[in-house]
């Protein structure tokens, strides 16, 4: 039998236990995945090894713990500093982060799309920018606060505080990666603000799942195509189940298996 877990602190939320179990049961692997309450992400190496698990995914707050617990990354994780899939191979840690490539898959559904606008500036958007950059996309970075819009700054991206936005630029595709909405009813920015570069976007997506957050019934209320997170989020869980098995399986059939666990 070979044990998976998800660490996070709070993680009673997730899914990803769900969307596994699913594709090892119907490719009757003889595996397992379950979720750890992980509050000290000092301790997230230790566990893993403690648990004796052969991998795990990593989310809210633990995602630099992960990319400091590996003894090896890929190119990407090293690029954005984060990891929220760990592999043991041997007996070495090796980290990958799928978010933001699962981003990327969860797009494909939109036309046309060439300029994207990031509202905030925290962990996924790190990720999800560079992404998105590396496969050939515009990008520009508004945030509420300035100071983390500093290191995007750095990094050659286009970047903005809310209120020194040019109220005359637009975006093809207008993505929410911030908390707002979360467990609140708060757009991300002023809907003054935030009205015309919804309603003149091919689309809009919030990466927060499960829920019709403000941001969305904004797009909804100006007729703007939208999606909410759980496409990224069953995109990131195949690309992670595809490390999990070193790829042995078709991720067709993953993703067809996991994504009935929306309809449970
Ligand atoms: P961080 O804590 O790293 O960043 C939070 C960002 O949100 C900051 O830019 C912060 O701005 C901004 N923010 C928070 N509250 C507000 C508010 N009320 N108004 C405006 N801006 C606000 O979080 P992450 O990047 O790690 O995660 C962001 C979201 O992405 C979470 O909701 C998480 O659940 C979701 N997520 C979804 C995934 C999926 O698979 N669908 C995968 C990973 C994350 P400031 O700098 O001014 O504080």
Redesign the pocket.
């Known amino acids: 039998m070979n044990y998976f877990a998800i660490f996070g602190d709070p993680v009673e939320h997730s899914m990803s236990p769900l969307l596994h179990n699913l594709a090892f049961t119907k490719l009757g692997l003889q595996s397992c995945y379950t979720r750890h309450l992980l509050k000290d992400g000092t301790k997230l190496k230790e566990t893993f090894l403690e648990l004796h698990l052969s991998g795990a995914n990593i989310?809210?707050p633990h995602k630099l713990e992960a990319f400091k617990a590996c003894d090896e990354l890929d190119e990407f994780a090293k690029k954005v500093g984060s990891v929220n899939t760990i592999v043991k191979r041997q007996d070495r840690l090796y980290g990958y982060n799928t978010?933001a490539p699962?981003f990327l898959r969860s797009i494909e559904c939109f036309d046309q799309i060439k300029s994207t606008l990031l509202l905030?500036?925290?962990?996924?958007?790190r990720s999800v920018s560079v992404a998105l950059r590396d496969a050939g996309y515009s990008v520009k970075i508004a945030?509420?606060?300035q100071?983390?819009l500093e290191s995007f700054e750095k990094d050659g991206f286009s970047v903005s505080r809310y209120e020194s936005m040019d109220k005359s630029e637009r975006f093809d595709l207008v993505i929410n990666?911030?908390?707002?909405g979360?467990n609140?009813d708060?757009l991300?920015?002023s809907e003054e603000l935030l009205k015309p570069l919804v309603g003149d976007a091919k689309g809009c997506v919030d990466?927060?799942?499960g829920k019709q957050t403000p941001f969305l019934s904004l797009a909804q209320q100006l007729g703007v195509e939208h999606i909410d997170?759980?496409e990224?989020?069953l995109q990131?869980a195949v690309l992670a189940f595809d490390h999990f098995t070193d790829g042995k399986y078709d991720r067709a059939v993953v993703e067809k298996n996991m994504r009935r666990g929306f309809e449970l």
Do not use: E
């Open positions: 989310t809210l978010d699962g905030g500036a925290g962990g996924t958007a945030n509420r606060s100071n983390r990666t911030t908390s707002a979360l609140d708060l991300p920015a990466i927060i799942y997170g759980s990224m989020l990131q």
